[in-house]
C-alpha cells in the first residue's frame, strides 16, 4: 500500500462534534487537558503550536469528500486579477531544488490542505474550510516607518507590479516541506516604491486581526495577536524574498494566506507570514509572534539550518508532504548562493 493510502486508512473520521470543539476555546482547552489560566493555556498552546504533530494529519482531504478544485479557489476573483494568472515562470530557480536533483511538484491539495494559520484554527486541516469566509477584497497594504514616500497600497496598485512564477522549496520548523510553484512580486519592488530612509535597518510585518472572520483569535487569547513577524532590511531586499500573490497558477487561496502573503524559502515557515496588512521600515530590531511566546525555540533569524537542533527535535531531515519523502535538509534551503553572505560572521 502507498503511503498516503497507509494514512488514510490510519486517520480516525472526523466527527462534526470534534471540528466544533475546535473553533470553541472552553472545550478546546479541556480537550488539551488545558485549565482555563492564560498562562497555563499559553504554555500548551505553545508547546503544541509549532511542536506537535501527526503526519495523518495532512490527508483528511479524502474524508470530508472535498477536490482539489475547492481547495484552491483562489481568494481574489476579479476579472481583472485572474487574467494576470498565470504569470510566467522563472526557471532559473528550478536548479537550486532539491540540490539540483531531479524534484517533483507537491501534489496541489496537499499544500492547500495542510496548513498552519492560527487565526483559524490550530487544526491544519481545517483551517482551508474555517477561512472561507474571510474577507480579502477590498484589501490595503499599510507601508510606514523609516521611507520618504508612505503608502497604502491597494490590490490594484501591488498587481501593477511586475510578477512572476518561482519553484521554491518551502520548509516548515516542524520538519514537513513542500515544493510549490509560488506567484509573487519581488519584496523589494514594492519597499522601493515608499523610498526606505537609510535608518531602515528592519521590517515588520502584521497580519490582519478580524476576530469576527478569525475563529482562532478567541481560541487562543494568549497570543500576542496580530501575528507580527520580521526580516532585516537585507533579508527583505534579497532577490529571493517574494510577497506572494498566487500558487499553482492561480490567485493564493485563503488558506494560504490571501491576497498577500511573504515568501521567504531559506527560512522556516512561521516567517512567511500570511495576509499582511501593514509592513513597517525600523531602525530597531522588533521581536516576532513565535520568539515572543518562545525566545529559546523561534529567534528571530531562524534560517533552516540542519545542523542547529530544534530544542524538542532534530532538522537534520525533512519530509516532503504528499509523497512522505524524507530528504537531507539542505542548509539555507539550498539557497546558500543567494543567502549565505548575509550570514558570513
Ligand atoms: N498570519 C499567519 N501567518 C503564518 C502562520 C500563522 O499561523 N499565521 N503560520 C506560519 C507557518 S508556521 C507556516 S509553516 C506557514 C504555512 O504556510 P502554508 O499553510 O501556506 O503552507 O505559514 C506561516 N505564516
Ligand atoms: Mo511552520
Known amino acids: 500500500m502507498s503511503y498516503t493510502n497507509r494514512i488514510w486508512k490510519a486517520i480516525p473520521k472526523l466527527t462534526p462534534t470534534d471540528e466544533a470543539d475546535y473553533v470553541n476555546r472552553r472545550s478546546f482547552m479541556k480537550k488539551l487537558g ?57 526557471k532559473q530557480y528550478d536548479k537550486y531544488m532539491n540540490g539540483g536533483k531531479a524534484f517533483k511538484l507537491t501534489d496541489a491539495k496537499f499544500a492547500a490542505i495542510y496548513n498552519n494559520f492560527y487565526e483559524f484554527t490550530t487544526r491544519k486541516t481545517l483551517v482551508w474550510r474555517l477561512a472561507q469566509k474571510f474577507t480579502v477584497d477590498p484589501w490595503t497594504i499599510e507601508v510606514t516607518g523609516e521611507c520618504k514616500k508612505p503608502a497604502k497600497l491597494d490590490i490594484d496598485k501591488l498587481m501593477k507590479l511586475p510578477q512572476e512564477e518561482r519553484v521554491y522549496r518551502f520548509r516548515c520548523v516542524e520538519t514537513w516541506a513542500m515544493d510549490v510553484p509560488w506567484t509573487g512580486i519581488q519584496l523589494s519592488d514594492v ?139 539542505l542548509l539555507y534551503g539550498g539557497y546558500g548562493d543567494f543567502v549565505a553572505k548575509l550570514y558570513k560572521k
Open 34 to 90: 488545558v485549565g482555563a489560566s492564560k498562562g497555563a493555556a499559553v504554555g500548551a498552546m505553545s508547546g503544541l503550536a509549532i511542536g506537535c504533530l501527526l503526519d495523518s494529519d495532512a490527508l483528511f482531504a479524502q474524508d470530508l469528500g472535498v477536490d482539489e478544485k475547492t481547495l484552491l479557489a483562489p481568494g481574489l476573483k476579479g476579472k481583472d486579477i485572474l487574467a494576470k494568472f498565470p504569470a510566467k515562470r522563472d
Open 191 to 329: 519597499l522601493k516604491l515608499v523610498e526606505p530612509t537609510s535608518k531602515a535597518k528592519y521590517v515588520r510585518f502584521t497580519t490582519a486581526m478580524n476576530k469576527k472572520e478569525m475563529p482562532g483569535i478567541d481560541a487562543a487569547p494568549g497570543y500576542p495577536w496580530p501575528y507580527f513577524e520580521g526580516l532585516t532590511i537585507d533579508e527583505a531586499m534579497n532577490e529571493l524574498t517574494l510577497l506572494g500573490t498566487g500558487i499553482y497558477g492561480k490567485p493564493l487561496p485563503k488558506q494560504m494566506g490571501a491576497p498577500f502573503r511573504l515568501v521567504v524559502p531559506w527560512k522556516y515557515g512561521y516567517k512567511s507570514i500570511k495576509s499582511i496588512v501593514k509592513i513597517e521600515l525600523l531602525e530597531d530590531k522588533p521581536t516576532t509572534f513565535w520568539e515572543k511566546l518562545q525566545p529559546a525555540e523561534y529567534p528571530f533569524e531562524s534560517n533552516i539550518e540542519p545542523k542547529v537542533p530544534h530544542p524538542r527535535w532534530s532538522q537534520a531531515k525533512e519530509r516532503l508532504i504528499g509523497t512522505g519523502e524524507v530528504r537531507p535538509t
